[in-house]
C-alpha cells in the first residue's frame, strides 16, 4: 500500500491553527490570472464588459471585475443588486424575466436606491403587466428583450412575429426601450474550439439580427449584450455587440476545463476536507465534504471524462493521482481512484485536502465567505459573500 502525506500540516492562517472542515478556498494568484485572461480578450473584441457577478456573489471580487465603483454589472438575483446597491454600484442588469411579485423589489431599488437598474421580458403577456404596474407607480423602467439564440432556455426567437409586438407595448407603455440580451447557456455542451466558434457567432448572430428587426421598425436597440463565458472567450469577433457578460471566468470549474475552455490548473475555487475513515475492501477514503459542501452538480458527468463530485487535490492545489470524489453523501464525500491504477492510496485519518468542484456557481453557493489563498497557499483572509434571493 501506497501512504501519501498529503498534508504534512494543516492549512490555516498562523492565527488559526484549528481551522475546521468543510470550507471554501479561494486562490487568488489563480483567480487574478483568470481576470486578465477575460479583460484582454474583451480588449481585443473592443465592445464593453459588464461581468456577472453570479458565481462570486462578493464585494472584494467584483470590484476587480468592474470598469468602475459603479459597475456596470449582471446580476441573478434582487439580492445580489441590493447588496451591491448598499456598496455604491449603481449600474446593474437584472438578467432574469422579471417576475411579477418582483415589481415593486425593482422600482425600490430605481426609486430609493438610485440604481439604474435593467430589467427583462421575454412577452407580450410579461410586457403588458411591467407596463401595468408602472402606470400605477408612475415608474418607469429600462427594459430589454431577451433574445433565445439556442434553444436553451427562455427568450424570443430573432425572427419571432412578437419580438416587434413586446418592443411596442413597452413603448407605448413609456418604458425605455434599452436594447436586447441573449445566453448561450448551449455553449456548455461543446468540446472543441470549432464548435465554441460556432455557436459564439450564432450568439452574435441572433441577438444583432434581433435588434436590427426592432431598428428598421423605429425601436431604439441601444444594446445588444450577449454572454456565456465559452462564447466570451472563443467568439472570433462581435460585430454588432455592445457588450459582453459572463461570469464563471472568474473561478473556472471542471466543467468548463472539460469542454476545453480551461485548464484544471486553472480552477480557482475549492473545498477543504479532512480525512475522517476509510473502507478498505472497497478502495473508499471517506471525507467530510459530501453534497452539502460540493453540491449534487455532476456537470462532468455528460463529459469525456467524469469527474465525479470533485477532483481531489493536496494542500497545493494539484491534483493527488487520479483521485476523485466517487460518490457524495449529505456529510460524507468518498474518495476513489478513477482508474483503478492507485486503489491501494492510503491517505491517513486527519490528511487535509481540496476537492475542486465541477460547478463553481453551485458549489460556492453552500458557503458564506471565502478563505483566500495568497501565493504560499496559506490562508491570508476571509472574503464574505451572500446567498439566496
Not at 476545463?257 to 478502495?283: F, M, W, Y
Not at 463529459?303 to 449529505?330: E, F, M, R, S, W
Request: net charge negative; charged share 25%; proline share 4%.
Amino acid at each position: 500500500m501506497t501512504v501519501l502525506n498529503v498534508s504534512a500540516t494543516q492549512l490555516a492562517p498562523a492565527d488559526d491553527p484549528q481551522l475546521e472542515t468543510p470550507l471554501l478556498l479561494l486562490d487568488e494568484s489563480r483567480m487574478d490570472a483568470n481576470i486578465a485572461r477575460m479583460r484582454a480578450q474583451i480588449a481585443r473584441m473592443g465592445v464593453s464588459f459588464r461581468p456577472h457577478v453570479k458565481t462570486n456573489k462578493c464585494l472584494e471580487v467584483s470590484r476587480r471585475l468592474m470598469t468602475s465603483e459603479e459597475g456596470p454589472i449582471t446580476v441573478s438575483t434582487l439580492k445580489e443588486a441590493e447588496y451591491f446597491a448598499a456598496h455604491g454600484v449603481r449600474d446593474i442588469m437584472y438578467a432574469v424575466c422579471l417576475a411579477p411579485n418582483k415589481f415593486e423589489h425593482a422600482w425600490r431599488l430605481v426609486e430609493s436606491k438610485g440604481v439604474r437598474l435593467q430589467v427583462i421580458v421575454d412577452s407580450i403577456e410579461l410586457a403588458t403587466l411591467l407596463v401595468q404596474f408602472a402606470r400605477q407607480r408612475k415608474a418607469q423602467f429600462e427594459v430589454l428583450i431577451e433574445i433565445d439564440s439556442d434553444d436553451h432556455r427562455s427568450g424570443l426567437k430573432p425572427d419571432a412575429a412578437d419580438l416587434i409586438a413586446v418592443a411596442d407595448v413597452l413603448r407605448d407603455g413609456g418604458m425605455v426601450m434599452a436594447g436586447v440580451m441573449t445566453h448561450a447557456g448551449s455553449s456548455y455542451e461543446y468540446d472543441t474550439d470549432e464548435g465554441l466558434r460556432r455557436i459564439a457567432e450564432q450568439e452574435r448572430a441572433a441577438v444583432v439580427h434581433a435588434a436590427t428587426r426592432l431598428r428598421e421598425q423605429g425601436h431604439a436597440c441601444p444594446v445588444v449584450s450577449v454572454g456565456s463565458t465559452p462564447t466570451a472567450l472563443f467568439a472570433e469577433h462581435l460585430e454588432g455587440v455592445t457588450e459582453v457578460r459572463a461570469g464563471v471566468f472568474v473561478f473556472f470549474d471542471l466543467v468548463m476545463a472539460g469542454i476545453g475552455v480551461c485548464r484544471v490548473d486553472d480552477v480557482a475555487l475549492s473545498v477543504l476536507a479532512t480525512v475522517i475513515g476509510h473502507q478498505p475492501e472497497k478502495n473508499w477514503t471517506l471525507i467530510d465534504a459530501g453534497w452539502m459542501a460540493m453540491s449534487r452538480d455532476r456537470g462532468t458527468s455528460r463529459q469525456k471524462v467524469d469527474q465525479g463530485y470533485g477532483v481531489v487535490c493536496g494542500l497545493d492545489g494539484q491534483p493527488v493521482a487520479d483521485l476523485i470524489l466517487v460518490g457524495a453523501n449529505q456529510e460524507h464525500g468518498i474518495i476513489a481512484s478513477r482508474s483503478g491504477v492507485h486503489a491501494r492510496v492510503h491517505l491517513p485519518v486527519g490528511t487535509q485536502l481540496r476537492v475542486l468542484p465541477n460547478h463553481a456557481c453551485a458549489t460556492a453557493a453552500q458557503y458564506p465567505r471565502y478563505h483566500v489563498l495568497g501565493r504560499d497557499q496559506a490562508v491570508r483572509e476571509t472574503w464574505e459573500r451572500i446567498s439566496g434571493w
